[in-house]
């Protein structure tokens, strides 16, 4: 770090950084504290490059400046450095104290390795598995979420075992289910990637949270609409039966609103419940689009076309 006095000149400040010979790497500003060292302010390069030399640092520092102690969150701030574009900040403690400082390279290592981890929690892996584990701590790692998984999907196939009379009788149902629910799941993930991605940044609060729901729900029908009709008549010739097609239509259009809202709010109500909401999101997203899709389209055959 580099300290300077508040009462002395630029010029002398100057002086004393050509003394040093180099500076530290990521340095934009210079701290100012007193002599039991109390930061009360920072002076930025470009302020003390620009004025005039024999101004004090104390009329030109600035005092309403942000700064961390070392128990705050890692993840707050680096939300701090992307919102006030910073490149260092420093650490203070109890007192005021100045004891360190926070550099851009530092936030953006911890960005990485926390984005490393969520996509391994997103698919259900933990942090300390890597390509190079052993095979039986690699096969432990990811038995929680593959039981769960394994349940969620015994759920699904027994929405489809209720309507097996329904497939017997229309052996097409079966060719086509799997489109509903694969295409659903697919905008699903798009949706909770966003999501997530916000909750991490910040982004989502109270005030938005309703017009970020009607976007989604906007979006899904728009989507739903144009990639139904194309399923629709993609079914109808394929088998033809316009009947068929109309159902396809409507599975998907219903199963893509499915997906948006439960995109939206399993990672809400996973960060409500203090959970990470990357851990276990997707398998919660598969589970309700697949069975939901089988559901819908399965049910609305049933009505429509049996």
């Given at each position: 770090m580099v300290t300077i006095r508040a009462d002395v000149t630029l010029e002398v400040?100057?002086?004393?950084?050509?003394?040093?010979?180099?500076?530290?790497?990521?340095?934009?500003?210079?701290?100012?504290?007193?002599?039991?060292?109390?930061?009360?302010?920072?002076?930025?390069?470009?302020?003390?490059?620009?004025?005039?030399?024999?101004?004090?640092?104390?009329?030109?520092?600035?005092e309403d400046f942000v700064s961390f102690h070392p128990d705050d969150d890692a993840h707050e701030a680096a939300q701090a450095f992307e919102r006030y574009d910073l490149v260092m900040a420093p650490v203070v403690d109890a007192q005021k104290r100045l004891i360190g400082?926070?550099?851009?390279?530092?936030?953006?290592?911890y960005i990485r390795e926390s984005a490393d981890a969520d996509m391994l929690s997103m698919a259900g892996l933990k942090e300390e598995e890597d390509l190079f584990s052993s095979v039986w701590r690699s096969a432990k790692n990811r038995w929680m979420w593959l039981a769960v998984n394994l349940c969620t999907a015994f759920v699904a196939s027994r929405v489809i075992g209720?309507?097996?009379?329904?497939?017997?009788?229309?052996?097409?149902?079966?060719?086509?289910?799997?489109?509903?629910?694969?295409i659903g799941g697919n905008t699903g993930n798009q949706t909770i990637a966003l999501i997530i991605r916000g909750l991490a940044l910040g982004q989502i609060t109270q005030a938005n949270a309703r017009r970020l729901i009607a976007k989604e729900l906007g979006i899904a029908l728009l989507n739903g609409l144009v990639w139904g009709s194309a399923v629709g008549v993609f079914a109808w010739l394929l088998y033809d039966n316009r009947a068929l097609g109309g159902v396809m239509a409507l599975a998907m259009l219903l199963n893509f609103i499915v997906a948006a809202l439960a995109g939206i709010f399993i990672p809400m109500t996973l960060e409500r419940m203090k959970r990470d909401p990357a851990i276990g999101s997707s398998v919660l997203l598969t589970f309700t689009t697949d069975s939901m899709g089988f559901f819908i389209f399965l049910g609305l055959a049933t009505l429509i076309l049996l």
């Open positions: 400040a100057l002086r004393y950084l050509r003394r040093l010979g180099g500076l530290p790497d990521q340095l934009d500003k210079l701290f100012v504290v007193e002599r039991d060292d109390h930061l009360i302010g920072v002076l930025p390069l470009k302020r003390l490059l620009t004025t005039d030399p024999e101004a004090t640092v104390a009329a030109v520092m600035i400082r926070l550099t851009v390279d530092a936030v953006v290592d209720a309507f097996e009379g329904s497939i017997e009788k229309l052996a097409a149902l079966a060719a086509l289910m799997p489109i509903i629910a694969g």
